[in-house]
Nanobody
Framework: QVQLVESGGGLVQPGGSLRLSCAAS????????MSWYRQAPGKQRELVAN???????NYADSVKGRFVTSRDNAKNTVYLQMNSLKPEDTAIYYC?????????????WGQGTLVTVSS
């Protein structure tokens, strides 16, 4: 069973940067899509960014040009580099892995890491 563990959240001032990490218990080469989602208080969980295992990435309009997701296959880790942070980026950030099998799709979630953007 795959496990995902996020880290790197914390308190940062507006305009600052943070890098989130998502460490997987198995090779991320087997994970078809690795995604970052976030959920702000009182709001639904939303997709922030994702990447598939041929290198293509996708970003929410609200973070384009500020956030970058990347994979380190050797470390089985996915990153989310967040720059020019805004108060509206405050949320719990979750790592997600989708694994396509022959007859089902496995959907795995991490426990989340809190990012607070405030002065």
């Amino acid at each position: 069973q795959v496990q995902l563990v996020e880290s790197g959240g914390g308190l940062v001032q507006p305009g600052g940067s943070l890098r989130l990490s998502c460490a997987a218990s198995k090779s991320i080469r087997s994970m078809n899509i690795m995604s970052w989602y976030r959920q702000a208080p009182g709001k639904q969980r939303e997709l922030v960014a994702n990447s598939n295992n041929d290198g293509r990435t996708n970003y929410a309009d609200s973070v384009k040009g500020r956030f970058v997701t990347s994979r380190d296959n050797a470390k089985n880790t996915v990153y989310l580099q967040m720059n020019s942070l805004k108060p509206e980026d405050t949320a719990i950030y979750y790592c997600n892995a989708k694994i396509y099998l022959l007859d089902q799709t496995l959907d795995v979630w991490g426990q989340g890491t809190l990012v607070t953007v405030s002065s």
